[in-house]
């Protein structure tokens, strides 16, 4: 799976596709690939895990860009409104989430989604600055928190 994505992002970034270009690419994905191997600990086993939960990956990347979506309404809001008042906040929260992989796409989804970011998080404590006090209501309980908790259960079924 991340030998394909590696290939087909060489003949993406090279702007056309011929033989050469695809021979090519071939043999880079195929170095890139024994690196990450060797130097990050990835592994085969690992490409079987990321293809099973695919379609759980879109799911979220949907929400995700919804979620995007949403929050930069709601900026826009503030910023067209004159005279609002902005009320910003740090909000402390705790999730349930086991992985380090699940923890760290909850705090780079808050952070990427606008008007929030994550500050710190340790041991599953997550601090979050929100731009407006009404941006950070319900974040422990979020859309995010939800689909990756359902994501861990079930890739915890997978392994049985």
């Given at each position: 799976?991340?030998?394909?994505f590696?290939w087909?992002?060489?003949v ?9 270009i695809?021979i090519?690419g071939?043999?880079f994905?195929?170095?890139?690939y024994f690196?990450?191997c ?7 086993k690992m490409?079987a ?9 879109l ?7 919804w979620e ?10 503030f910023?067209?409104t ?13 999730t ?7 923890k760290?796409?909850l705090?780079?989804?808050?952070t ?10 340790e ?7 929100a731009?407006?006090?009404s941006m950070?209501e319900?974040?422990?309980d979020?859309v995010f ?6 994501m ?6 997978g392994?049985?």
């Amino acid at each position: 799976m991340l030998w394909i994505f590696l290939w087909i992002a060489w003949v993406i970034f090279n702007g056309k596709f011929t033989i050469e270009i695809a021979i090519f690419g071939a043999g880079f994905a195929t170095l890139l690939y024994f690196f990450t191997c060797k130097a990050l600990g990835y592994s085969a086993k690992m490409d079987a895990v990321v293809f099973k939960s695919f379609g759980r990956i879109l799911k979220y990347l949907a929400i995700l860009i919804w979620e995007i979506i949403k929050a930069n309404l709601g900026v826009l809001k503030f910023v067209l409104t004159p005279g609002a008042k902005i009320e910003p906040k740090l909000v402390y929260f705790k999730t349930d989430l086991k992985s380090d992989i699940s923890k760290t796409a909850l705090a780079n989804s808050i952070t990427i989604t606008p008007g929030t970011i994550t500050v710190d998080v340790e041991e599953g404590v997550f601090a979050v600055h929100a731009f407006d006090k009404s941006m950070a209501e319900g974040l422990g309980d979020s859309v995010f928190v939800k689909q990756l908790e359902k994501m861990e259960e079930k890739s915890k079924a997978g392994e049985r």
